[in-house]
Structure formats: C-alpha cells, structure tokens
C-alpha cells in the first residue's frame, strides 16, 4: 500500500502587522501538522506518497463611504467563497505546499536523518515515503490593501477604487479529509488614504457581524498595534 499523509493539527502563527505609506495589510502563516504513515508493501508501492488537497476558501466584502450620508455601503463580494488553491493552485501563497517542496521542511525537524539534511527534496520525499515521519509546514500569505487606489490579487479585483474604501477578507483553512478548519478574518479601511481599520481576527465572521455597523466601530477603535484573537487583544504585534 501507498504512503499516506494525514493532517494532525491545524493552527495560526507568526501573525505580523504591514503598514507603510502606501499600503496595509498582515502577514501570517497557516501551518499544517502532517504525519506520514510509512508504505507497507515495500519496493511494490513506489515512492509515492497519496496526500489530501489543501483548502484555502476566501470570500471578500467591498465598502464604499457615501459621503452625504455619512455611512458605509456594502457595494459586493468579489469572490465568494472561493477556493484559491483549487483554481490556481500553482500561486505563490501555495508554493510551500507544491509536489516534492512540502517535504522539504522536514529536513530541520528533530528526528529526521543528519545525512539527509542537504538532500533533494525528491530524496527527502523518497525516505518519507519508505519510512514515514510527522513535521509541520507554514503556509505564508500577505493579504494587504493599497492606501492610494485599486488593487487587484489572487481572490479578485477591487469593486471600490479610491483612498476611501473598506475591505473584508474571510478565510476558510483546511485540508480535505481533515475536520479541523482555520476561520479568520481580516478588516481594512482607509479614509482618505490613511489607515482606520487593520485588523486580523482569529474567529469566523457571519454576515450579520458585517451587517452590524457597531462591530466596525469598535474595530475602528482598536489600536493598530494589536491584532486579535478569539475577540480578545493580544499586545505583542510585531510590525
């Protein structure tokens, strides 16, 4: 029988905060926990190993200002609920998770063979394989959103262009055949080219809670320094 790779764990981590002059945004990684059960027939099941297809859903909320009323308009969602990595799964955000390359990270996990440490990944995959072994690989993804205009990314093109605008990103994380899902969310505004919302939330969001304008004021109040988890703030963003 094939080697087989399952997902163990799934969690957040190096959650970092992005702003400069012209843009604002995070970066974090979403790390998958795998084991890999050896083969069992020996040379007669190759060197394959049969692995589940990562899941990365995302569903992305426009806001325009109308400025006579002095209040947010929900203008669309462009995608929703969208699998990145099903429609291009050769992305950069995904290049961590591509063929023999996920492998590579277990080459700096305890446990794993000194003489193998400077293999190719093929190699690595190959003893994997014949052996089986558990190590956790980071997936990074940079979502941010330009101060000054119109941007355009993986998940779909700006429905608002301009210095005043709003933007929510929800994600979905997961892999198939496993449970566990990731849900976050990550809140922009500007107005007037300057930063008023830049936060990352570790919880799902529904569409009541972006139909709840108060939420959205109270996220505004929020220092930028600190990204929240679970709702609560946490004081150790680093930017």
């Not at 929240?228 to 963003?237: A, V």
Request: charged share 25%; glycine share 8%; aromatic share 12%.
């Amino acid at each position: 029988m094939k080697a087989k790779m399952t997902i163990n764990k799934l969690e957040l981590g190096n959650i970092k905060l992005l702003q400069d002059s012209v843009k604002i945004g995070h970066i974090f990684e979403f790390v998958a926990s795998l084991k890999v059960q050896p083969r069992s027939m020996g040379t007669f099941s190759g060197e394959g190993i049969d692995c589940p297809d990562l899941q990365w859903i995302e569903t992305v909320d426009w806001y325009k200002l109308d400025v006579i009323k002095n209040m947010w308009i929900h203008v669309g969602t462009n995608p929703y609920h969208k699998d990145l990595y099903k429609t291009n799964p050769q992305s950069q955000t995904f290049k961590t998770w591509w063929k023999e390359y996920r492998y590579a990270f277990a080459r700096n996990t305890e446990g794993f063979p000194t003489a193998l440490r400077n293999a190719h990944e093929r190699d690595v995959k190959h003893w994997i394989a014949r052996n089986g072994f558990e190590w956790k690989l980071p997936i990074k993804d940079i979502p941010s959103m330009s101060l000054l205009g119109g941007s355009g990314g993986g998940a779909g093109a700006s429905l608002v262009i301009g210095p005043t605008r709003r933007r929510v990103i929800r994600f979905e994380l997961g892999f198939t055949g496993c449970s566990q899902r990731i849900y976050c969310a990550q809140i922009l505004e500007s107005m007037d080219g300057k930063p008023t919302i830049c936060l990352f939330l570790q919880k799902k969001l529904s569409s009541i809670d972006l139909n709840n304008e108060q939420n959205f004021l109270s996220w505004r109040k929020s220092p930028h320094s600190h990204f929240f988890r679970s709702g609560q703030p946490i004081n150790n963003m680093t930017d």
